[in-house]
């Protein structure tokens, strides 16, 4: 990975552990012991994963986050110029995935040179794996707005959407924006809230949406906050057949859900009763 041995400049997307460091790969402790430039979303909790990870890191480290990130490209494509390997660590998680990333990456393809990643965890997908809810078509939103109206007026957008969708939200925000996306969405929409995800107080909320803005008004959740909505039920009109309901359930089964998890992710789909499913399924 040195300046030597890859001969031109590039770049490194290298995905850091969410919290548990027991996560970090190989392939990162590589990267951030042997890139020549390292951009840290921030450069003190690099240097704590460094520390902890029992790597020396050799390069110049240099902060890169939303922010000053528009002013730090240029420098670090002047860098590529001199063939340097730069390494773009953020907090946790992926670079570029609603994290510092994306315009290095943008100006580097443009200047012709090449962008490789040493994949690592994502919030994103591990939220979704842990949902409960459907994960074979998603949409990841990023954070809402800030504000009250301007977040009613996307989630607005949004409701009609049949894909399950998945937000990042900040704790002192996370009340209103449940209680937003269960007037919005509708107060019986499955979803779930996955805070503090693989560090010592990771919890798992899941219900529907009232529920949970009622538990989050009952006590403002901390930490780094995903959370997990399902899509909107088909319409009047868009169910489909009851033998394709149950090939639904059967290629869930075959993907590793349980026949009881297969049919409650189908009437949640299809905005049916569990019951109904359950009877088609076992009427062959």
């Known amino acids: 990975m040195s300046r030597e041995e890859a001969g031109t400049g590039r770049v490194v997307l290298a995905g850091?552990?969410?919290?548990?460091?027991?996560?970090?790969?190989?392939?990162?402790?590589?990267?951030?012991?042997?890139?020549?430039?390292?951009?840290?979303?921030?450069?003190?909790?690099?240097?704590?994963?460094?520390?902890?990870?029992?790597?020396?890191?050799?390069?110049?480290?240099?902060s890169y986050f939303e922010g000053n990130d528009e002013k730090r490209t240029p420098e670090l494509v002047e860098a590529l110029a001199g063939g340097a390997v730069v390494a773009v660590v953020t907090d946790g998680g992926m670079p570029s995935?609603?994290?510092?990333?994306?315009?290095?990456?943008?100006?580097?393809?443009?200047?012709?040179?090449?962008?490789?990643?040493?994949?690592?965890?994502?919030?994103?997908?591990?939220?979704?794996?842990?949902?409960?809810?459907?994960?074979?078509?998603?949409?990841?939103?990023?954070?809402?707005p800030r504000t009250g109206s301007n977040r009613r007026s996307r989630l607005r957008e949004l409701a009609a959407e049949p894909r399950t969708l998945v937000f990042f939200e900040a704790p002192h925000r996370i009340t209103g924006a449940l209680a937003d996306l269960a007037a919005t969405f509708g107060e019986d929409r499955p979803a779930a809230v996955c805070r503090e995800l693989t560090k010592t107080y990771e919890e798992i909320r899941r219900g529907t949406l009232s529920e949970l803005a009622a538990w989050a008004a009952a006590g403002e959740p901390r930490g780094e906050i995903t959370v997990v909505v399902g899509g909107a039920p088909a319409g009047p009109g868009e169910r489909p057949d009851d033998d394709e309901l149950r090939a639904e359930v059967a290629r869930r089964e075959t993907a590793g859900d349980s026949r009881r998890d297969a049919i409650q992710a189908i009437a949640d789909m299809y905005g049916l009763k569990k019951r109904d499913v359950y009877t088609l399924v076992h009427a062959q």
């Open 16 to 62: 850091a552990p969410l919290g548990n460091v027991g996560d970090a790969s190989a392939r990162l402790r590589e990267v951030l012991a042997t890139a020549d430039v390292i951009a840290a979303e921030d450069t003190r909790r690099l240097s704590r994963l460094a520390k902890d990870l029992g790597v020396t890191v050799r390069g110049r480290v240099v």
């Open 97 to 144: 995935v609603s994290d510092p990333g994306y315009r290095l990456v943008r100006a580097a393809l443009d200047a012709g040179y090449p962008v490789t990643a040493a994949p690592g965890p994502s919030a994103v997908t591990t939220a979704l794996a842990l949902s409960g809810l459907p994960s074979d078509r998603f949409v990841f939103e990023g954070f809402l």
